[in-house]
């Protein structure tokens, strides 16, 4: 089943089926279910971090690193060095060396 799917289903029936008879017949367990449930927000967070992330490193024409484009983040949002530095090196946005 699929994730988005199963939670849109729930979240529509909602006063018509409980949750756990929804999930009774779909054969999903309420641990999955609220598995999927919190996943979900934190990818919609983070592909505003992500455009954030890629604007900056745009707008600084890939010449800072990680931290830096940390300190800039942190600015207007709290997030820890090592998201950012994840988000960066997963969509290869590297910084340019001088070299």
């Known amino acids: 089943m699929v994730p988005e799917v199963v939670i849109q289903l729930i979240n529509f029936d909602k ?12 054969n999903i367990s309420k641990t999955t279910y609220n598995r999927w449930v919190k996943k979900i927000p934190r990818d ?12 900056l490193c745009k707008k600084n024409k890939f010449r800072y690193g990680y931290q830096e484009i940390t300190y800039l983040i942190n600015k207007e949002i709290s997030v820890n060095k090592n998201t950012v530095q994840r988000i960066m ?4 946005l590297n910084c340019k060396s001088s070299t």
């Open 44 to 55: 919609k967070e983070d592909s505003e971090l992500v455009k954030l992330v890629k604007s």
């Open 89 to 92: 090196q997963k969509h290869n």
């Open 15 to 26: 006063g018509k089926l409980t949750q756990k008879k929804v999930l009774e017949v779909l």
